[in-house]
């Protein structure tokens, strides 16, 4: 069964992931695996491999993040459940950990070779369609990650899809249930509809009502947990003033650049190619093109006819500019001992015979050096800039530790104290939005010690140290600023309530055989994916009881979001009459086979729970 998994899995991995492994990353969040610092807390043990605080504690804030980057202003961080969160983070984390071991125990595997690809084609790493190492850097710095543990967070997910694609590709189902489910997917329903509106409006709610909720759902009403941080910044920019560089510095590394500065030379050749078996012949055949160019012949055109180089042939074997190291070693020594206009004898290279004509000469452009000198300089600088900061980030690192406050490490270095707006566990603005900022912000040893935080790179130019000034503890926000929400909320639950109860008293006399003055609004022939109609009010119509006796139609009902109740009157039900075409059939085939293969796959991570020791903390 293992072998037909991955046999069935081999051409995955080409089809899939390449264009969302980034937000993958992003929202997978679970770099903590790769703290070196050694650290004897954990949450859980899964068959002996364990789960620390650390990453438990930076899943919880991942999901938090998630939530308030996708609700936007409408989250509210004080009504999230943190043991909800905790479970569910921790819950993620021990599914990974299993579906790791379940992997690798499968034999499956990701090659280092494949990985390098994986990542070449990935399009966020590319600058103008080709692969870019500095965009490389520059996006997986972002997420806080190094080269290497990238690669292996990458390889971690390779084998986490490579064991989904297995068993979820081995999915299939027979033709009856192709059948069934498409008969059931294309049936069609007549019904009609009578919305009652919930008025908020029209509801009153008292003063004493409403601080009467206020006294008894005191939870509901607490302020998030905050903090305000202190700070102190390196910026590697700042630096570039505090350095000097010598005008002969400059010079030196002018001589050097313009030193790189080669002579281009463009080519042409007439290619006829040879190996150990056929070396003879082709020496042969390249002496009498050559006899043929000394006798007169165009080059150009011989080139076209008798060239074995399908990229320059047509061209007249024209090459175009190139510089030294970009031709086989033989090929360059002959080109670079042309005139101009003069053809080579034979040369032989590792691709077969040769003749050679050089078709022109291109100095280079030598740039003056007051047009360089800004470059050279920064250049120079940078090299010193470096060091000063590296020096200057573990003299902050000492200063920190060795300190109470930041005042002290400040003064040190020169730097300025700088203090955060208020912000929760999901983050805040400026390098509060960082996520190792809000990760320390909220640990052990910065929030309830009181101490500095270690030096936290936020990009290679810039280190900042943290410490809480203010840690803002969930409160009771007081009634004056929260009345007048409760007043709206329990004003919308009352309408609500009433127009439910509304709704059910049509009911009652629609199915006790009572005519009733409503307005109907009539829909024919409803599909599952009808537009125009409310997705609960057609889930409902379709979960409806078919009419029985005769053409007596059957009632439902269902409350909307927002507080309206629609009831529905189900006239009639229609079946498809044409046979499925083959089309379609693969279509439902493809579909029913994948959410078969996703429940096998749900059903293995099961068993896997099942069988593991797992222990929680």
Do not use: C
Not at 333 to 343: D, N, P, S, T
């Amino acid at each position: 069964m293992l072998q037909n998994i991955r046999d069935n899995s081999q051409g995955w991995i080409a089809k899939t992931i390449i264009g969302v492994i980034i937000v993958l990353l992003a929202l997978t969040g679970f770099d903590a695996i790769f703290s070196s610092v050694s650290n004897s807390r954990n949450a859980a043990e899964v068959n002996g491999e364990e789960i620390s605080l650390d990453e438990l504690n930076e899943a919880m804030n991942m999901q938090r993040r998630q939530l308030a980057q996708q609700l936007g202003g409408d989250f509210d961080p004080s009504l999230l459940d943190d043991k909800l969160v905790r479970e569910s983070s921790l819950r993620a984390l021990i599914d990974r950990a299993l579906l790791l071991q379940g992997a690798r125990n499968a034999d499956f595997a990701f090659s280092e070779t494949a990985l390098d690809q994986l990542i070449l084609q990935t399009p966020e790493f590319a600058v103008e369609g080709k692969f870019n190492a500095t965009r490389f850097d520059q996006v997986i710095q972002q997420m806080g990650y190094t080269r290497m543990q990238f690669r292996e967070l990458l390889k971690q997910e390779m084998l986490i899809g490579q064991l989904r694609a297995g068993i979820s590709g081995s999915g299939f189902v027979t033709d009856e249930q192709i059948e069934r489910f498409a008969s059931l997917e294309q049936q069609t329903r007549d019904f009609a509809s009578v919305r009652i509106q919930a008025d908020a409006n029209a509801v009153q709610v008292s003063d004493s009502d409403a601080r009467e909720y206020y006294e008894q759902n005191p939870d509901r009403f607490r302020s998030p947990e905050q903090v305000v941080l202190e700070y102190v910044e390196l910026d590697k920019e700042s630096f570039f003033d505090q350095v000097e560089v010598s005008d002969d510095e400059v010079d030196e590394l002018y001589k050097q650049r313009i030193a790189n500065l080669a002579e281009q030379r463009r080519a042409a050749h007439i290619l006829i190619e040879a190996d150990d078996g056929n070396d003879a012949q082709a020496k042969q055949r390249i002496d009498e093109i050559a006899n043929r160019v000394s006798a007169g012949e165009d080059f150009a055109a011989l080139a076209k006819e008798l060239s074995e180089d399908p990229g320059s042939a047509g061209e007249g074997g024209d090459l175009g500019f190139a510089g030294p190291g970009v031709y086989d070693p033989e090929f360059e020594a002959a080109l670079y001992g042309l005139e101009q206009g003069q053809v080579s004898a034979p040369v032989r290279s590792e691709f077969g015979w040769h003749l050679i004509k050089l078709l022109g000469v291109q100095s280079p452009e030598i740039p003056t050096l007051e047009s360089m000198k800004p470059e050279l300089v920064r250049e120079l600088k940078a090299q010193q800039v470096e060091q000063r900061f590296v020096e200057a980030s573990k003299q902050l690192e000492d200063a920190a530790f060795e300190s109470s406050d930041l005042a002290q490490p400040a003064q040190e270095l020169g730097l300025q104290v700088r203090t955060t707006e208020a912000f929760g566990r999901e983050g805040g603005a400026g390098v509060a939005s960082n996520r190792q900022v809000i990760q320390a912000a909220f640990s052990d040893e910065v929030l309830l010690d009181g101490a500095n935080s270690e030096v936290i790179e936020l990009d290679p130019d810039t280190a900042v140290v943290v410490r809480v000034k203010q840690h803002l503890q969930p409160e009771v926000m007081p009634y004056d600023q929260v009345g007048e929400g409760i007043v709206a909320q329990l004003q919308q639950a009352k309408a609500a309530e009433q127009a439910e109860a509304q709704g059910q008293a049509l009911l009652a006399k629609l199915r006790g055989g009572e005519q009733a003055e409503v307005e109907w609004q009539p829909v024919e022939a409803a599909s599952r994916n009808q537009e125009g109609v409310e997705p609960a009010v057609l889930q409902e119509v379709f979960r409806m009881p078919r009419p029985q006796n005769g053409d007596a139609p059957t009632y439902g009902g269902i409350r909307l979001g927002e507080g309206d109740f629609v009831v529905i009157q189900l006239n009639g039900v229609s079946e498809p009459d044409a046979e499925l075409s083959t089309e379609e059939k693969q279509s439902y085939r493809r579909f029913l086979a994948s959410r078969s293969g996703q429940q096998d796959f749900a059903a293995y991570r099961d068993m896997l729970h099942k069988e593991a020791d797992i222990e929680t903390y």
